[in-house]
């Protein structure tokens, strides 16, 4: 975190709305959280209609009276600029602010995130109340930090209205340099008769009768990030200019179901990184995207961040919100805390028994302290102050996975030689080994330097459909210099404007891998193709296939069915001491884990610590000690070996060389360094 939080230890706390509660309610609030040990609450996030009732009307009064509150209570605030909910009066004035859907029809306000990004008069209201808001509390002592908007992009990530399309067009210019010419050639536009004359006719990539021009898409959906990006960085100036030493943030949505937005390109814009994580009811085991969102966001910080939002129990927006299980909730948090998270919190405090989010859990909820949820709100609290040392450590990873939303933006368009191909998919196969081995991994940018990538001594390419020259040159030149690399199949197809790299696949690593193909053959869903070689029995491949052959690589297992039988499934290119790996199918979950295995062993990758199946172990490094974090998710506990001077932090107990956790608990051991 670029900036700095000012609570002790690690932050806890929550979303809190006491607007929607008589005001008898709020010192039972305080009285409360001062029970949990809540030191930080997030305030006035869909407040706009109530701190503005008119335009330029401002009634500060119910704020003044909840930051004094807060304050008088030991309590900070993350104070928020309200404008995800612009009030119905607004619309009245401005409905050309109301978004539009890419087949044309504007919506209405009645939720929230109903407006246009590109809208000027959006733009000026929220500056607007911002300033006020800055103007008024830049140096109240409740305020800790400004929560900027809120979840950006969630409902309103792209407006087809003819006010976007012209900012649409503004920011093509400035792309290319004012250069139409330019514009046509990275578009390919001579292809379909989509050749521009002049910039007026280039549209947003409406509803169309066929296929959109896919780099027309990729430049819309950077556009739609930028623009977004934009609003963020104009409100955040408005804030550091009231109040510059308040650091400011707003919560990125790093989980399954989002990717609207280039986080890459946002997280520089922030003082502190903060995340919202939700799990997804559907997925078996949940815990593996809490550390996959977790790594990530941690990358993007560059260190420490904080969890902004996650829930006690189920959430109201699937079609099935699935409960926590006794024990789960406290493992959510605690895993977040082992991936890097300074702090935790959720959406809400006090569950709402009105409006849209009134089925979404809280930390006090409907049926009050009388809950399994109050407890476990109760209990992570005292497990947060005992954790309170371990704040600002870092977490030290041997493995680097590449991440980029342009590659999965353009893998996911339209006309791919197989739509089954899903970028988060991808990667959280090639993850979930490593998470299992107790594999700790970075994520990095696809254009990350040559110094970067020397930290690591693997690197991983799940999926890099699309991928720049400077990036391709940097992975080539990590392995060309002793560093192992290993890639997954149609990488490198593309450059940064969507055009095929031409001369057969996998395009920008055809020479450091060693090998050209010449044709794909993707594999239908649920026919696999039969894998031979060095590769587990009965090992499979599926998703995809291609014809290649070796030029400079070794063969490791070939396809042993099918059209291409005997032709190269999986390859290997010495490099001085490293290695450069491709591998042309999604093996079976048992064999990816045998190769990627075989794969970190020869870079000399080890485990955190060797734990039993269904055992998490992560590490984090203080400045004297590490702190092993240790997450029964199989329900039967286990006992690991930890230094003899070990000391458990959660119990206040010391370990004598051996700690044991019991089913469905979490331990947290400070190791002194060298241990």
């Given amino acids: 975190m670029n900036g700095t939080l000012s609570v002790p230890g690690l932050a806890y706390g929550g979303d809190y709305n006491p607007e929607q509660w008589p005001e008898e309610v709020w010192a039972e609030d305080m009285r409360l959280m001062r029970e949990a040990g809540v030191n930080l609450v997030s305030v006035g996030i869909f407040s706009w209609a109530l701190l503005e009732p008119s335009e330029g009307a401002y009634e500060f009064s119910r704020l003044d009276k909840i930051l004094g509150l807060l304050h008088e209570n030991g309590i900070v605030a993350d104070l928020a600029t309200p404008m995800a909910a612009p009030p119905a009066w607004f619309f009245r004035a401005h409905p050309e602010a109301l978004p539009v859907d890419r087949d044309g ?68 210019r400035a792309r290319y340099g004012d250069d139409l010419a330019a514009l046509n050639h990275a578009w390919g536009t001579a292809f379909w008769s989509q050749w521009y ?29 930028d623009e977004l990006l934009s609003l963020y960085t104009a409100e955040r100036d408005v ?43 559907t997925d078996p085991e949940p815990q593996i995207d809490i550390a996959l969102s977790g790594d990530l966001t941690r990358s993007l910080a560059g260190g420490p961040w904080l969890l902004m939002e996650h829930s006690t129990g189920a959430v109201n927006w699937q079609p099935v919100n699935r409960a926590k299980c006794p024990g789960e909730s406290r493992r959510n948090a ?70 980029g939303w342009d590659a999965r933006w353009a893998l996911e368009l339209p006309s791919q030689p197989s739509g089954e191909l899903r970028y988060l998919d991808l990667v959280r196969a090639w993850y979930e080994p490593l998470w299992r081995s107790g594999v700790a991994v970075d994520f990095v940018r696809p254009d990350a330097d040559r110094a970067e990538l020397s930290a690591y001594r693997l690197v991983l390419v799940p999926s890099l459909y699309l991928v720049d020259d400077e990036g391709a040159a940097n992975l080539s030149a990590y392995a060309e210099r ?28 055809r020479e450091v891998l060693g090998i050209r193909s010449d044709e794909p053959f993707p594999l239908l869903p649920g026919e696999p193709v039969a894998l031979s070689g060095a590769v587990p029995d009965g090992a499979t491949g599926s998703l995809w296939s291609e014809r290649l052959r070796l ?44 190769l990627l295995d075989r794969i970190r062993g020869e870079a000399g990758v080890e485990p955190v610590r060797t734990a039993p199946p269904g055992v998490e172990v992560v590490r984090r490094r203080g400045r004297d000690a590490d702190y092993l974090f240790v997450i029964d998710h199989s329900g039967l506990g286990a006992d690991l070996p930890v230094a003899p001077d070990a000391f458990e932090l959660l119990t206040g107990k010391e370990t004598s060389g051996s700690v044991t956790v019991a089913p469905g608990d979490v331990a947290v051991v400070r190791e002194p360094r060298g241990q």
């Avoid at 476990?376 to 030290?396: C, I, Y």
Wanted: proline residues 6%; glycine residues 8%.
């Fill in 334 to 403: 605690l895993a977040h805390v082992a991936r890097g998270a300074d702090g935790i919190a959720y959406f809400q405090w006090r569950q709402s028994k009105a409006g849209a989010e009134q089925w979404h859990s809280a930390m006090v909820p409907h049926a009050g302290t009388d809950s399994r949820i109050w407890q476990d709100v109760v209990r992570l609290g005292t497990d947060l102050k005992a954790l309170a040392e371990v704040r600002g450590s870092t977490s030290p990873a041997e493995v680097a996975i590449v991440w």
């Fill in 239 to 281: 804030l550091r200019t009231a109040a510059p030493a308040v650091p400011a943030t707003t919560n990125f949505m790093v989980m399954a179901t989002f990717d609207a937005l280039d986080y890459w390109r946002w997280a520089p814009e922030l003082d502190i990184v903060s995340n919202d994580h939700y799990l997804i009811s």
């Fill in 482 to 509: 002793g560093g192992t690399l290993a890639i997954g199949f149609h990488s490198g197809a593309v450059d940064e404007n969507c055009h095929v790299r031409l001369g057969g696949y996998p395009g920008a690593f």
């Fill in 551 to 594: 030029e400079g690589a070794e063969a490791v297992a070939a396809y042993a069915a099918g059209p291409l039988t005997g032709v190269p499934a999986v390859t290997r290119r010495a490099h001085g001491s490293g290695a450069a790996w491709y591998l042309a199918t999604l093996p079976d979950p048992a064999t990816l884990t045998a």
């Fill in 105 to 172: 029809r504007t919506l209405s306000y009645g939720s929230r995130q109903t407006f246009c990004p590109s809208s000027p008069a959006y733009r000026e209201a929220a500056l607007r109340i911002a300033g006020a808001l800055a103007d008024r509390y830049a140096d109240h002592p409740a305020v800790a930090m400004w929560h900027v908007h809120n979840e950006y992009g969630c409902h309103n990530a792209a407006c087809y209205c003819d006010t976007s399309a012209a900012a649409f067009r503004r920011w093509l």
């Fill in 197 to 225: 004359y002049g910039w007026e006719e280039i549209p947003p990539p409406r509803a169309t009768g066929a296929v959109p021009n896919p780099a027309h898409q990729l430049d819309w959906r950077r556009f739609c990030s």
